[in-house]
């Protein structure tokens, strides 16, 4: 689910809440150093996320924010910004030519770029707080 998030919507909030969780708070996201990323290149996406891309030459842009339970993907269009949420369960990463976040049968691929290398530590967070997560559902007996 794709949420057009240009202006603020209560339900969008409520739902967002309710996939990956509540945002962290102001002292969390001091200790954990910054909960956001820097803005990437967009390369390439699935064909159903097309449609949230410009038609045009213009360069796409998007960042991510970690929550509690999962990550948000902001998209930026043009004028308009959509919210692709992740809960944690559904997130894999794959660090090819650049870094491409896979969730639902849809996908996003970043350039690698100076852009994309400067957000090396909020991956290394992202993965910290993925694993954190998956621990605590963790059945197995060892």
Sequence with gaps: MILDSTHFNKK?????????GE???FLESLKMKGVGSKRMI???VSP????????????????L??????????????LKNFTWPIP??????????GLSI??????IHFKNNKM???????????????IKYDEKYNFLQG
């Design 42 to 44: 967009i390369e390439d």
């Design 23 to 25: 945002p962290f708070s």
């Design 12 to 20: 969008h909030k409520e739902i967002l809440n309710d996939l990956v």
């Design 116 to 130: 994309f290398r400067e957000n090396k530590h909020f991956f290394v967070k992202m993965l910290d707080e993925k």
């Design 48 to 63: 159903n996320l097309k449609a949230y891309m410009n038609t045009v030459s213009d360069t796409n842009y998007a960042n």
């Design 88 to 97: 944690y369960y559904q997130l894999v990463i794959y660090r090819t030519n």
């Design 65 to 78: 924010e970690l929550r509690k339970a999962g990550v948000l993907i902001y998209i930026n269009k043009g």
């Design 102 to 107: 896979h969730a639902k049968g849809k996908f």
